[in-house]
């Protein structure tokens, strides 16, 4: 007696509901992972200002520290190249010109909340040039070595007059240190020995 095998059909497979699924994973996936953080600058921009009204203010030469970038990533600070670390400690003495030398920067004498009439670092001036090619790496860390410094006398003067770092001081406190030590950057638009693309 034969058999006879009997070829069985497959059944097919319900796909209705894959698109769902697929798209509630990778919803899933979107809100678990964790995404890289972009590397940026903290600044304060100034307030906008009538585009009509321009001011030419004049700073003296003792006043201005020159820095920049050339299109080799090759930073100098006045006429000499330094390092970022060399940077940093340029820009605390200069900003800070604690023996009021007469290279240095002016001071100014002002009323300051919670500390009264205080001699202010407040005519200074940082000034940037960039090249066009410079690498936004060497930028982004000339920027944190000029920040750096701010940081280092504030920190400094907050612990000397309130006793903790200038982080943990409270909003009173933050704003007179940075009433002596305010930020000055001056940043002209970026040049180029070619001429570069606009």
């Not at 080799?72 to 605390?92: E, M, N, P, Y």
């Not at 290279?103 to 202010?120: A, C, F, H, W, Y």
Request: with cysteine.
């Amino acid at each position: 007696m034969m058999f006879k095998r009997r070829k069985r059909k497959v059944p097919g497979l319900n796909t209705a509901s894959t698109a769902d699924i697929s798209f509630m994973l990778l919803i899933f996936f979107l809100v678990a992972s964790s995404m890289e953080s972009e590397k940026g600058l903290l600044r304060q921009l100034p307030p906008p200002q009538n585009e009509h009204v321009e001011q030419e203010q004049m700073v003296k030469q003792r006043n201005v520290l020159q820095v920049s970038l050339d299109a080799a990533d090759c930073l100098r600070c006045g006429d000499s190249i330094v390092t970022l670390a060399g940077l940093t400690a340029r820009v605390a003495e200069f900003v800070a010109n604690e023996g009021n030398a007469p290279s240095l920067p002016e001071k100014s004498t002002r009323d300051v909340n919670l500390l009264g009439q205080t001699e202010v670092s407040d005519r200074h001036v940082i000034a940037i040039q960039v090249d066009r090619n410079t690498s936004y790496e060497a930028y982004f860390q000339m920027q944190n070595a000029i920040v750096a410094a701010y940081s280092q006398l504030r920190n400094r003067l907050a612990l000397k007059l309130f006793g903790r770092p200038f982080g943990r001081c409270s909003a009173e406190q933050q704003a007179a240190v940075v009433m002596v030590y305010p930020q000055r950057i001056s940043e002209s638009a970026p040049s180029s020995q070619e001429g570069g693309q606009p």
